[in-house]
């Protein structure tokens, strides 16, 4: 699996490290990616979701339900 937040649709970004001989190579800034598993009650089970610390805190203040539902309307397999 890819390293995206299912949530919040959070990618790498890449870019350049830069030596103190000013040599430059290329590298990513990874996500903070937690893999979290959800109790849905509509749904009746529980769901696990990739997300990133921002997902986390987007699910701590909207609810699983609205986030499960939002990702259902997407087309997303959970």
Known sequence: MS???QVTGRKPGYG?????SHRR???R????????RY??????RT???KVSAKGLKTI?????ESVVGELK???VKL
């Open 3 to 5: 390293a995206v937040c």
């Open 16 to 20: 350049k490290q830069v030596s103190h």
């Open 25 to 27: 190579t290329s590298r």
């Open 29 to 36: 800034w990874e996500p903070n990616l937690q893999t979290r």
């Open 39 to 44: 109790f849905v009650p509509s749904l009746g």
């Open 47 to 49: 769901v696990r979701l």
């Open 60 to 64: 701590d203040k909207r609810g699983i």
């Open 73 to 75: 309307a997407k087309g």
